[in-house]
Structure formats: C-alpha cells, structure tokens
C-alpha cells in the first residue's frame, strides 16, 4: 500500500519535472513581466563585514530601483569553498537570470564556470576580485572588471604610513590569502610605500583574511621581532587582529597598524588611535557599480565591455 | 522477489519523501526550481560528495569515522594539478598517481588506527592537518589552473546532460551497495562494527577489513578529487574544508550509525541528494546566510527524526 503511494508520487513527479522542462526551454520564464531583468549577486563569505556591507547596498539600491530589475544574493559559507560558488553560478544560470555579478572566491577557478555562463547568453561582471587574465585569455573570455586599484589603495596607505616612520624601522606585514589577486595587489602597493620610505618589511605572512588567524601570527611576529614599529595588515578584519595581538603583547603605544577596507570597527579603532589609517574603496558601493554596470550591458547588447575604475581613498583620523 | 523489492523501497520511503518534500516546496516557492536544468545541475555539482559519502558510508559501518576526506581530496587534487601542470602530464596518467596517493592516506588512516588500537577520529584528525599541509607544499598554496585538459569529465555529456562524473559517482553508489549487501567482506564489515570482539573471536582477522574499509575510502576521496578539479578546472588547495562534516551529514541522514554495524550506501546517496537540493533551493530563493544554516540544520535533524519514526513503525509493521 505504502509503495502504491510512494510509485505514484514518483510517477507525478517525472510527469511534472518533463512537461515543464519542455514548455519552458532554456530558462526562458514567459510568464515574468519580459522587462525586467534578474541580477544575480555571487559573494564570498557573507559572514565577513565588509562583504555584508556590499550586499546590503546593493539590497538598498535594489529596493530603490524596484522596477528596473530584480535581485537575488547569494555568498559561501566561508572564503574559500570555492566549489560552492562555482555549483551557484551553474545554479543561477538554471534559475535563469540575466545577469551575474561576482566577486570570486579564486581569481583563477571560477572562469569556466563564467564562461559556461556567458555562452548561455549570461551577463557576468566581475567584482572585488579581479579574474586572472591569463586564464580569461585560454579560456578566450573576456568578463569586465568593476572595481578599485587595490594596489594604488594599499600604495596611499603605505604612503601614509611611512610619514610615520624613520628610515631604517622595522614593519611586518599581514597578507590576505595569496592566490587571490586582491591580496597580491595589496601586498605589492605596501611593499612598494615601504621600499620607496627605506623601511625594511622583517616578516611578511598570510593571516588568510581572517581575524583570530591575524590575532595568532601578528603575536608570533611580535615576539620573534621585538623590534618592529608598525604592522601593515592587507584587511581590516586583519589589522583588528593584530590590535590584539600587540595589545596582549603590552606594545599598544609603540606599534602602529594601517589596515584596508575601512569596515565600521575600524573607523572606531582610528578614532581612539589604535589603528592609524585605513584605505576605503567604498564597498557599500561595490557591488552596486557592478550592478549598474551589468544592467547597462543587458539593456544594451552592443555597449563594450569595458572594466570600469572605482574610487579608492585613504582613511585617517583627521578625514573621519 | 516482488516482496523483496517492496522491502526495499520501504526502506527508503521515509528518506524519499524528505527529498520529495523539499522538492515541492522549493517548486512551488522557487518559479525557476522545477526544471530539468536546475536538477540536472543539482546533479553535476554533487559528485564529490557522492563519492566521499559511499566511503564514509563503509567507514562508520565498521566503526570507524574519517574525519581527513576534505584534505585528502585536495592533496590528490594538488597531485592532479601538479602533474598536469607543472610536469604536463595527461590525465590518463596523472589520475593513477592521484588514486595512489589518497589510497596511501587511507591505508595510513586505517593502518596505524588498527596496529596501535588509536581511535580513528584521532589518526583522521591528524591526517586531517598533514593532508591539507601536503596539498599547500605541493602547490606552494597556490591555486594551479589546468584547464580544458581535465574539464571532460565534470562536463555535461551532450546527449543527457548528465556529467560523466555523476554517472561513475552513482555507479559508486551502486558497486557500494552490492559490496554492503551481497558479499562476504560487507557482512564482514557490518559484523565488525556491531561486535569486533564476538568476529575475531569467531576466528576471522578483523585487521585487514576495517584497513580495506579506510582504503576504500580513500580511493573514493582520490576519484572526488577528480571530480572536483574537473569541474573547477583548477586544483585547489583550499578545496573541500568542511566536506568531511558534510559528507557524515548525508551518512547520518541516511541513518548509518556513528557507533557502526548498520548502513546503507544508497541511504547515504538520498542524504546527499537531500542537502544538495535544499542548498540549491535556498540559494534560487536567495534567502540569507544566517537563515541557511538554521534551515540547513533543522532539516538535517528533521531527516533523522522521520528516519526513526519510520524504523519504528516499519518495525512494527512486519
């Protein structure tokens, strides 16, 4: 008896599933109003404030422009489960939406995805992160990049820094994880501030983004190199950790810390001098960039795909 | 024979209609989620799960639990990549090197928790570390990009959509359940994990099938590092953190015991199913992360919950 409902259930189900999949083909949906667009927006972890941040304004600005396009946000458990964000670009492509913009967990790994999309007919813009050219180029794609020079950022906060700062000092250096470009970026612009100042970076390390990581190694770095003046971390999630880390260590007064990304903690930490400067590359409006960008490239086939350059600007004390 | 096939989908009734369940809710809540597509792609983006959870499956049967799957499947993605990349060779001859090394883990895994009587949650754990330091030197952290060369086999075949990777993963699915089921070694298995005592009592050495039990697992982990480097085209060092406690979900859901002697293959396959559907559900719907994971867990417990009832009523039944 059981079985009898359990086959016929089964039954309703292919029924179901096949005579959908053939009136609706290729993720064409008739029945939604034909203009307006759905935005997919792919995010890394969604856990991590300053990507929250993004989506949340790309939310509010949704919520303004209701009637020119719909939005669905998604982001992955943690930074690096790069496989669930490639299985959400296939998703979204089989929810059919019109556009994707993302901001990839790897610079490298998510371009076939990408590409599949795009031959589906797909936008895909690219945000935060910038997709590795070479691989874009064998894979003979081409995806815009909406963002800011992470370099020239980190550059302006080295910079800033450096003012502080004798020739001849000692830093450490808090990378991000290192196969995204982003952190390559950051690390080049800093390392770039110091050489030009003629402060010697002692000890450079991946603290992979994260706080309690940056906690751990910015304690480490300080006791196997007493001497240094100021921690350069390549987030802001980064340099909170490392506030802690000289703030157990007793060197609270004489080590400075410059972060990246200038998430609301931060702006905090400036004010009461714990952290020196920040660089903000107005991540409220980041994906939003790329929304606007993606749009545009959907309402207009024609437009060229062109990358786009966002603002980067340094934070300190005397600007909040 | 028509009583044994009644038997059977009995047995996973309760498991089906948890699937069925989320199925309709999310067609009817989701206008895009009911199409051959978005299944068709729920599949494709699953095999490393499928064959991580047909290992893990044989593992918790003998009573033991492999906590190095996420690892080890990186380090044999960074083999695959290293080879492919760094020493061009192709994948006809890469993936053997692949298998052999994430069998080597297994049989490690399984080898020293066996000869020095060491938990296996405590050698896997271990393993856990030094298999994800061995894919950051091997790849020196970096994410290598392979390219088309590995793609095949994550790609959908033209004529059904499907991957060939799914399909070897279900063929997993179903050599498991045989193995389990109608062999000599899978009695042996399921003996050892109710009662390994009353087993080498009865005279049979128990040793070499809770290791091959390890080491199958760790071939299968070797194949889900295939597959996933397939379909990411790049091998990842960072790969697959967390897949262990994925992959002990979709077992538990399949009502395979942690404490051993009772599982099914096929069970575990529906657990899987099970959570890559309502991953995939809850992203269409674009819900928030926070509520993901609550939903995520409640339905995981859920499942095991209806899993019980129905053993208890099944019970009766008979």
């Not at chain 1, 020196?276 to 959907?298: M, P, R």
């Not at chain 2, 033991?64 to 996420?70: E, Q, R, T």
């Not at chain 2, 049979?204 to 290791?211: H, M, S």
């Amino acid at each position: 008896m059981r079985s009898a409902w359990f086959s016929i259930a089964l039954l309703v189900l292919f029924v179901g599933c096949s005579s959908k999949s053939s009136t609706a083909p290729t993720g064409g949906d008739q029945d939604a109003s034909p203009a307006r667009p759905k935005v997919a927006l792919i995010m890394k972890s969604l856990a991590n404030e300053f990507f929250s941040t993004m989506a949340d304004g790309a939310k509010t600005h949704q919520s303004e422009h209701a009637d020119q396009y719909d939005l669905v946000v998604n982001g992955i458990k943690d930074e690096r489960d790069l496989s669930r964000q490639v299985a959400l670009v296939d998703e979204m492509v089989a929810a059919g939406v019109s556009a994707i913009v993302i901001a990839p967990a790897d610079s490298k790994a998510l371009v076939p995805a990408l590409r599949k999309a795009k031959e589906k007919g797909v936008v895909v813009v690219n945000i935060d992160n910038r997709l590795d050219r070479d691989v874009m180029e064998s894979e003979s794609v081409q995806i815009p990049f909406v963002g800011p020079d992470n370099r020239a950022g980190a550059q302006k906060v080295g910079d800033f820094l450096a003012t502080r700062l004798q020739k001849g000092d000692k830093v450490a250096v808090l990378e991000g994880i290192r196969t995204s470009f982003n952190a390559q970026q950051r690390h080049a612009g800093f390392l770039a501030a110091m050489k030009q100042a003629g402060v010697e970076v002692v000890s450079s390390q991946s603290a992979q983004w994260e706080m309690s990581q940056a906690n751990t190694i910015a304690a480490s770095m300080l006791s196997e190199h007493p001497e240094i003046k100021a921690i350069l971390a390549a987030n802001d999630s980064m340099a909170l950790g490392a506030i802690a880390a000289v703030k157990s260590a007793g060197r609270a007064d004489d080590v400075l810390i410059v972060g990246f990304d200038n998430i609301s903690a931060v702006q905090s930490a400036i004010r009461d001098g714990k952290v020196l400067a920040t660089a903000d590359q107005y991540g409220g409006k980041l994906a939003v960039f790329g929304i606007e960008t993606a749009l545009q490239l959907v309402n207009d086939q024609s437009a060229a795909a062109d990358d786009v350059e966002t603002p980067v600007d340094l934070v300190t004390a005397e600007t909040l | 024979m028509k009583h044994q096939l009644t038997q059977s989908v009995l047995q996973y009734a309760g498991l089906l209609g948890v699937l069925l369940l989320l199925i309709a809710v999310f067609s009817l809540s989701s206008e895009n989620f009911f199409q051959m597509q978005t299944l068709v792609t729920i599949a494709n983006s699953n095999p490393d799960l499928i064959f991580v959870s047909v290992g893990m499956t044989m593992v918790l049967i003998v009573g033991g639990i492999d906590l190095s799957v996420g690892s080890v499947l990186a380090l044999g993605s960074a083999v695959l990549g290293v080879l492919m990349v760094h020493y061009e060779w192709g994948l006809l001859a890469a993936l053997p090197v692949c298998l052999l090394a994430t069998g080597l883990c297994g049989l490690f895994n399984g080898m020293v928790s066996v000869w020095f009587s060491i938990p296996s949650f405590i050698v896997t754990l271990g393993m856990l570390e030094m298999a994800r330091g061995g894919s950051k030197v091997l790849t020196d952290s970096q994410s290598l990009y392979i390219g088309r060369s590995i793609e095949g086999f994550g790609e959908p075949l033209q004529s059904i959509s499907l991957s060939p990777a799914f399909l070897v993963a279900v063929g997993s699915v179903i050599v498991g359940q045989f193995l389990l089921t109608k062999t000599v070694f899978g009695r042996y298995l399921v003996a050892i994990g109710t009662n390994a005592e009353a087993v080498r009592m009865s005279g049979i050495r128990t040793a070499p099938i809770t290791v091959a039990a390890f080491v199958i697992s760790g071939v299968l982990v070797g194949m889900a590092a295939l597959a996933q480097t397939s379909r990411l085209s790049t091998a990842d060092p960072n790969a697959a953190i967390g897949l262990e406690l994925a992959a002990i979900a979709a077992c538990v859901i399949g009502g395979t015991s942690l404490m051993g002697g009772r599982g099914s293959v096929i069970a575990s396959f529906i657990g899987v199913l099970i959570i890559a559907v309502l991953q995939s559900g809850l992203a269409q719907l674009g819900v928030e992360d926070a509520t993901k994971q609550l939903i995520t867990g409640a339905v995981i417990i859920l499942a095991v919950l209806l899993d019980a009832l129905r053993s208890r009523f099944g019970k009766s039944d008979a």
